[in-house]
């Protein structure tokens, strides 16, 4: 084995798909989850994909004690890729308290007990909604960071902080940090995708869930922004070429080829589409037509943003493959594959 792999949020979307590739490098991996926005079968979704049946544990992170005891009871663990946290931008608005609470206590437990395990490597996650509406595009690591948008956006940005502070005060610690753009897709055999609880709240997993007849029509936010066809623009980045990053970086860390105890990288693919264009996209490569309105816009959104990944693509050695005609197939495929097994 490369090394042993703990997995905070494993279940989750984009960390159930690097389970799926830690495995398929070699890793050992330990999956925790408090299963609060996932579901405990897609341990078996990862089994039929790699083979493998990871160790999983419902634990939360904010449970110091329990922690404690999960570090204890593993030995041996070489890195943490740290996805725990609470995610929907518009519910951090309205319940600010869970969100610093869950998304901070956890943060600050891992880097607490990580010492006494001798545990130095940690991957976070991070967004690029750190950056807010950038003043210039693409946007590049070096960007300035703006006042959050939102308490969930605030938490990225105070984490990021934690943790320079915290290699900064001569811990025996290094981190990288990736901010992903937007993840949106399934990994191409259907058996592990993103499982939004309730409505939800991503464009994608709106898209296929009205394709499907499952909403009635998607709202789009707006179309009087400062864009081409007036629509909101992002940068859209496949979940498995998102997920292999991580495999990269936990690797690059392992092999102690970091530069800089705390190394900072764009994951995104650098182009930017619409909100139309992914619509027209999705109906062009699934022959689904899609039912939408255009209404108002969404509080907190912003209008335009991709990445600069050249840092990403040169120091990591990593590019985003996939395109976003082959992206939003799987995401259908995903999605059809739900509504057979449900
Ligand atoms: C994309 C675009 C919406 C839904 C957020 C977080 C980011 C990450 C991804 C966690 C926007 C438009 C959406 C709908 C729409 N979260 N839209 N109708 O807001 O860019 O990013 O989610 O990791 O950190 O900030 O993603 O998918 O919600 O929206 O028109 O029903 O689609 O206005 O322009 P967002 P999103």
């Not at 009871?73 to 308290?97: C, M, T």
């Not at 006042?147 to 902080?161: D, H, M, V």
């Not at 990591?316 to 493959?321: I, R, V």
Request: some cysteine; overall charge negative; proline content about 5%.
């Amino acid at each position: 084995m490369k090394g042993k792999i703990l997995v905070t949020g494993g279940t989750g979307y984009i960390g159930s798909h690097t389970v799926v590739e830690l495995q398929n490098a070699g890793y050992e991996v330990i999956i925790i989850d408090n299963l609060s926005n996932s579901n405990k079968n897609v341990v078996d979704g990862i089994e039929k994909i790699t083979g493998i049946r990871p160790i999983f544990k419902e634990l939360d992170c904010t449970d110091k004690e329990e922690m404690r005891n999960l570090f204890s009871q593993y030995p041996g663990i070489n890195g943490i890729i740290h996805f725990a946290a609470s995610k929907a931008v518009g519910e951090s608005v309205q319940k600010p308290l869970l969100y610093y609470r869950n998304n901070l206590d956890s943060l600050l437990n891992l880097l607490e007990l990580m010492p006494e395990f001798n545990i130095e490597s940690f991957v976070f996650s991070s967004s690029c909604t750190v950056y807010g509406q950038p003043d210039t595009l693409p946007v590049t690591e070096n960007a300035p960071i703006k006042p959050a948008l939102s308490p969930y956006g605030n938490t990225k940005q105070i984490a990021e902080e934690i943790i320079q502070d915290t290699v900064h005060s001569g811990a025996s610690l290094k981190s990288i940090i990736l901010r992903y753009f937007n993840p949106i897709g399934a990994h191409p055999s259907a058996e592990i995708g993103e499982l939004p609880l309730g409505v939800p709240q991503n464009l994608v997993p709106f898209v296929t869930q009205t394709a499907a007849g499952l909403r009635k029509e998607l709202s789009v936010f707006g179309d009087d922004y400062n864009t081409p066809d007036g629509s909101c623009i992002r940068d859209y980045i496949n979940v498995v070429d998102l997920a292999k990053a991580h495999v990269i970086a936990v690797t690059r860390m392992l092999e102690n080829k970091m530069k800089k105890p705390v190394e900072i990288f764009n994951l995104g693919t650098g182009k930017g589409l619409s909100v139309l264009e992914i619509i027209q996209t999705f109906e062009k490569v699934t022959g689904v037509k899609l039912p939408y309105k255009i209404v108002g816009r969404r509080e907190g959104d912003i209008e335009k943003v991709w990445a600069d990944p050249e840092f990403a693509n040169k120091e990591l050695g990593w590019t985003a493959k996939e395109s976003v005609e082959d992206t939003l197939l799987s995401a259908w495929k995903w999605q059809l594959h739900v509504m057979e097994n449900n």
